[in-house]
């Protein structure tokens, strides 16, 4: 049996997202690139992206794992909740 990559895993995983209301609030305004690089390099799924100076997020590949959330310190999100109810991420491979 092939060992499978974690593009592979993260492949199978399902998302019943919640396409208006995220469960993270983040300063997009947010100028520190050395804060803005710290999540860009530790979220797992590249929800933050950081281009021609200027922050963007996208919570519907979130993995919910919080890394953000505990990097961040309160600076660049600002606020993180679990979605409600059926919404979120359902791992297929553990």
């Not at 492949?11 to 396409?19: A, I, M, S």
């Amino acid at each position: 049996m092939k060992k499978m990559t974690i593009e592979d895993k993260l492949g199978l995983n399902l998302f019943h997202t919640d396409e208006e209301n995220s469960h993270i609030e983040v300063d997009l305004e947010f100028k520190d690139e050395a804060e803005i690089r710290k999540l860009l390099l530790a979220c797992p799924a590249e929800c933050y992206k950081y281009e021609d100076g200027k922050l963007s997020f996208s919570w519907l590949g979130c993995l919910e794992c919080g890394t953000c959330r505990v990097l961040s310190h309160g600076k660049i999100v600002k606020d993180w909740h679990h979605p409600m109810g059926e919404i979120g991420v359902q791992y297929r491979q553990g």
